[in-house]
């Protein structure tokens, strides 16, 4: 009854997750799991995950089923609809969670309404792990606090250091938080499942958006920690080495970073300026970073003459790195994504023919799965007869390794 056509084996199959979100974070650890042969049963409520209906969708399509947000995230998972409110629909969710290998939610306290405290559920199902993302974490003074765009930008202390620096705090893009979240999520699940092959049971897991945010401070932490020195809004500049910045071209921008003293050298005689090597304003590092705006007025008008292409090819030869600013629709053409069959062809009954992100890592074994995401409870009627189709005595005292 998979959405995904049999093939070889996957590097996940055989694992069963359930999933039961409404954020970026929990879909995009479904969306993993999927893509790499897990079975990802999403558990609705009767009117859809709020997922479904995030802008923008398909014009001539039900928006409901055509949110292109939506699209992404559930690709390869198989859809169903409960009402936790009624007692038909907490039995069937027990059952579920009897075959299962886990849960992804970013929706416990629903969960816990509906009676499946994590307490009841690893009593009763022990080889259950159940993975519980939010923005702040269980415990402590704002695990009660609301999340929303910019929130946990702001408390991850990403704000503080991103923009220019004679401006405001500057937020990044929306849902990368969810994002780097989610395949926390996802190594933590993974981490529980390999958990269990030694000790025969499954354990919770949370995730917390804040969490994940301050872990990836270490090299500002860490310089803090041993000089004292606070990170600063540095604009499109990096503020150890320079230049390591971004210069306009005549259709955009590129990205250029000579990060060492032989790199520096070749930028220079690439563009005919090799006497800012022996300009006392230049001739160190930290002399260029003290001077960086009158260096830039040295060397931009070779790049503004320039397209993106013409400097990014004529650096790469000489081994500087280099590479244009790309937009969406740059991104989406991009030779070497291309090349490397990145964007994966999709047909959806209501949305269409589109394609997907593929995947962000590759096992020699064998390709991720590139399924379309589901329509409303378009499993019901296979999985619920699966599940009368079996005795559900001979499976929940089992801890077995799921299997709806």
Same mark, same amino acid.
């Given at each position: 009854? $998979? +959405? =995904?056509?049999?093939? *070889?084996?996957?590097?996940?199959?055989?694992?069963?997750?359930?999933?039961?979100?409404? %954020? &970026?974070?929990?879909?995009?650890?479904?969306?993993?799991?999927?893509?790499?042969?897990?079975?990802?049963?999403?558990?609705?409520?009767?009117?859809?995950?709020?997922?479904?209906?995030?802008?923008?969708?398909?014009?001539?399509?039900?928006?409901?089923?055509?949110?292109?947000?939506?699209?992404?995230?559930?690709?390869?998972?198989?859809?169903?609809?409960?009402?936790?409110?009624?007692?038909?629909?907490?039995?069937?969710?027990?059952?579920?969670?009897?075959?299962?290998?886990?849960?992804?939610?970013?929706?416990?306290?629903?969960?816990?309404?509906?009676?499946?405290?994590?307490?009841?559920?690893?009593?009763?199902?022990?080889?259950? $792990? +159940? =993975?519980?993302?939010? *923005?702040?974490?269980?415990?402590?003074?704002?695990?009660?606090?609301?999340?929303?765009? %910019? &929130?946990?930008?702001?408390?991850?202390?990403?704000?503080?250091?991103?923009?220019?620096?004679?401006?405001?705090?500057?937020?990044?893009?929306?849902?990368?938080?969810?994002?780097?979240?989610?395949?926390?999520?996802?190594?933590?699940?993974?981490?529980?499942?390999?958990?269990?092959?030694?000790?025969?049971?499954?354990?919770?897991?949370?995730?917390?958006?804040?969490?994940?945010?301050?872990?990836?401070?270490?090299?500002?932490?860490?310089?803090?920690?041993?000089?004292?020195?606070?990170?600063?809004?540095?604009?499109?500049?990096?503020?150890?080495?320079?230049?390591?910045?971004?210069?306009?071209?005549?259709?955009?921008?590129?990205?250029?970073?000579?990060?060492?003293?032989?790199?520096?050298?070749?930028?220079?005689?690439?563009?005919?300026?090799?006497?800012?090597?022996?300009?006392?304003?230049?001739?160190?590092?930290?002399?260029?970073?003290?001077?960086?705006?009158?260096?830039?007025?040295?060397?931009?008008?070779?790049?503004?003459?320039?397209?993106?292409?013409?400097?990014?090819?004529?650096?790469?030869?000489?081994?500087?790195?280099?590479?244009?600013?790309?937009?969406?629709?740059?991104?989406?053409?991009?030779?070497?994504?291309?090349?490397?069959?990145?964007?994966?062809?999709?047909?959806?009954?209501?949305?269409?023919?589109?394609?997907?992100?593929?995947?962000?890592?590759?096992?020699?074994?064998?390709?991720?799965?590139?399924?379309?995401?589901?329509?409303?409870?378009?499993?019901?009627?296979?999985?619920?007869?699966?599940?009368?189709?079996?005795?559900?005595?001979?499976?929940?005292?089992?801890?077995?390794?799921?299997?709806?």
């Amino acid at each position: 009854m $998979s +959405l =995904v056509a049999p093939g *070889p084996a996957t590097a996940l199959q055989g694992l069963t997750i359930l999933e039961y979100s409404h %954020g &970026v974070a929990a879909a995009y650890c479904g969306r993993l799991l999927a893509m790499y042969g897990a079975r990802v049963v999403l558990v609705e409520p009767p009117d859809g995950s709020r997922l479904r209906r995030v802008p923008p969708a398909s014009g001539d399509g039900n928006p409901a089923e055509s949110g292109a947000l939506f699209l992404t995230l559930a690709a390869g998972k198989e859809s169903i609809t409960l009402d936790f409110d009624s007692k038909e629909g907490r039995a069937l969710l027990l059952d579920l969670c009897a075959r299962a290998d886990g849960i992804v939610t970013d929706s416990r306290e629903a969960l816990a309404a509906a009676g499946l405290h994590w307490d009841n559920l690893h009593e009763r199902f022990p080889q259950l $792990s +159940l =993975v519980s993302v939010s *923005p702040f974490g269980e415990s402590g003074p704002y695990s009660g606090f609301a999340d929303g765009p %910019g &929130v946990t930008y702001a408390l991850g202390g990403y704000t503080f250091i991103t923009g220019d620096p004679a401006r405001e705090p500057l937020g990044g893009p929306e849902h990368i938080p969810g994002y780097m979240t989610g395949v926390n999520a996802y190594v933590g699940l993974l981490s529980a499942v390999l958990a269990r092959g030694r000790s025969g049971r499954g354990q919770l897991v949370e995730v917390g958006t804040l969490e994940v945010l301050a872990s990836a401070h270490q090299w500002t932490m860490t310089r803090y920690a041993y000089s004292g020195h606070i990170q600063r809004r540095n604009g499109n500049r990096y503020d150890a080495l320079h230049p390591v910045t971004y210069y306009p071209c005549k259709d955009g921008t590129v990205a250029i970073s000579p990060s060492t003293p032989d790199q520096l050298e070749r930028m220079l005689l690439l563009i005919g300026r090799e006497d800012l090597l022996t300009d006392p304003r230049f001739a160190t590092n930290f002399a260029r970073i003290q001077n960086a705006d009158a260096f830039d007025e040295e060397v931009a008008p070779w790049f503004c003459e320039r397209t993106r292409d013409e400097v990014t090819e004529a650096c790469q030869e000489l081994r500087v790195p280099c590479a244009p600013a790309l937009e969406v629709d740059d991104l989406l053409a991009h030779e070497q994504l291309l090349a490397r069959g990145f964007w994966r062809p999709v047909s959806h009954p209501v949305a269409g023919d589109y394609h997907l992100p593929g995947p962000p890592f590759r096992l020699a074994t064998g390709d991720a799965q590139a399924g379309p995401a589901p329509l409303l409870g378009q499993h019901n009627k296979a999985i619920f007869a699966e599940l009368a189709a079996r005795d559900p005595r001979s499976v929940s005292s089992s801890p077995g390794t799921g299997g709806v």
